[in-house]
């Protein structure tokens, strides 16, 4: 497995070979660039595969690193990508972001509820799908990853005095999930997906301790070295009740929310403006950013020749079939005769010819796990070391395969 020589986040960590043990910077996955290349990205880190120095050299060492702007000029304020329901909001890789009208949640003074789709495209830790207060003392977030599992929080005095409801896990990459906070009195919950992941019976914070607030975010945390979203999200819901279990439910079988304190639908085509759908007024900005990584607007090299090193191209193995074939030399009423046995290893049939001193001879097709014997008639009562060239061919998953190898025999005389 490809693994990184130390599990963190930083530019230029080596990566390196190393035995499966279920961690998930083993984890990678492929990101097309539309021409046929691919950046290969970490799960664990969000970073990509690149060259030290984007060395050309043979043994040159292979490190992970802040990836480059999108190949195809993603930008979050641009056209809206295909969502969970209808249109939705890619964060294109960026350190972009969403900001919430001051005092977006200054009304919550009771029982509340937030819900959004959400499909991550990486699994950095304390990615923030939304962060909403006024800095890091006073503040509730959601992030996908708080080093283990999703977790809610909300907090009047800074991190060490978080009231938190944790998951059971992260979120699955690359696939939509309804991600639901709910509270009631001084009961929250925590579902993903309409099931309840996460119970916390102490939570007596509500938002409208938070004021006007005026750092409210979608994608971006109050935290500066917190590294940004990188996926897309969906249908973000505020409302000023408690969401019961059944509703919950039901909006988890792909039933758009009703959110009346704010509405996201991220329906517009394309745009910053992101309409509030309540009837609340509260629209949103979308602040582009540059490529994602640890901090707020995080520069690196901008184009893709200046990162030519992080693409890769992928090149399918050649096609092999599971035939082994074994040469010989044997003596018959005083002949010297090449032979060949050949092993059908495969779960199908396999057709095989085998050629010696343009001998050729059809086996037809050999059953799975069956063999077939050839000896070459000659006049010769002495054979000099040669091969045999044996051809095997089958269809393998619905794809004809063909392979030759050539098979050795001793030298030998008879009589």
């Known amino acids: ?248 439910l039901n909006f988890s079988t792909g039933v758009a929310g009703t959110g009346n304190v704010l509405h996201y639908t991220f329906d517009e085509n394309t745009g910053a403006n992101v309409p509030d759908s309540s009837g609340s007024g509260r629209n949103g900005t979308i602040v582009n950013g540059d490529s994602a990584g640890t901090g707020t607007n995080v520069s690196t090299t901008a184009t893709d020749a200046q990162t030519a090193d992080h693409f890769w191209t992928l090149t399918p193995a050649a096609p092999e079939l599971d035939v082994t074939a074994v040469g010989g030399s044997r003596c018959v009423a005083g002949k010297a005769m090449p032979t060949v046995t050949v092993t059908n290893n495969e779960d199908v049939p396999v057709t095989v010819t085998a050629v010696s001193s343009g001998t050729t001879k059809a086996f037809g097709a050999i059953a799975a796990g069956k063999n077939a014997f050839h000896a070459f008639t000659t006049r010769s009562a002495t054979l000099a070391a040669g091969s045999i060239t044996v051809t095997a061919a089958a269809t393998v998953d619905g794809a004809p395969v063909t392979v030759t190898q050539d098979v050795a025999y001793p030298a030998i005389t008879c009589g």
């Open 1 to 248: 497995m490809l693994g990184l020589q130390t599990a963190d986040i930083n530019n230029n960590t080596k990566i390196v070979i190393a035995d499966d043990n279920g961690a998930a910077d083993h984890l990678w996955q492929l990101i097309p660039d539309g021409t046929g290349k691919y950046r290969v990205a970490n799960y664990d880190s969000g970073r990509v595969l690149a060259v030290a120095g984007m060395s050309k050299d043979n043994g040159a060492q292979v490190v992970q690193w802040l990836d480059g702007s999108a190949t195809n000029a993603c930008t979050a304020a641009g056209p809206r990508a295909a969502g969970k329901l209808g249109n939705a909001l890619s964060y294109c890789n960026t350190a972009a972001y969403v900001s919430l009208p001051t005092g977006a949640v200054s009304s919550l003074t009771g029982d509340f509820s937030i819900s959004a789709w959400v499909n991550p495209a990486s699994n950095t830790s304390w990615q923030r799908i939304f962060d909403i207060g006024t800095g890091a003392t006073a503040n509730m977030f959601l992030t996908a990853n708080s080093g283990s599992t999703i977790r809610f929080a909300i907090t009047t005095g800074g991190g060490n005095a978080e009231q938190r409801i944790n998951g059971t896990t992260t979120l699955p990459l690359n696939q939509w999930s309804l991600v639901t906070v709910t509270v009631g009195g001084s009961t929250g919950k925590l579902y993903v997906n309409g099931s309840l992941v996460g119970t916390n019976t102490a939570m007596t914070i509500k938002p409208s301790a938070f004021g006007q607030s005026t750092r409210n975010y979608l994608g971006k945390s109050q935290y500066s070295s917190d590294p940004a979203f990188n996926g897309l999200i969906d249908d973000f819901n505020i409302y000023n009740r408690e969401l019961t279990a059944d509703e919950v």
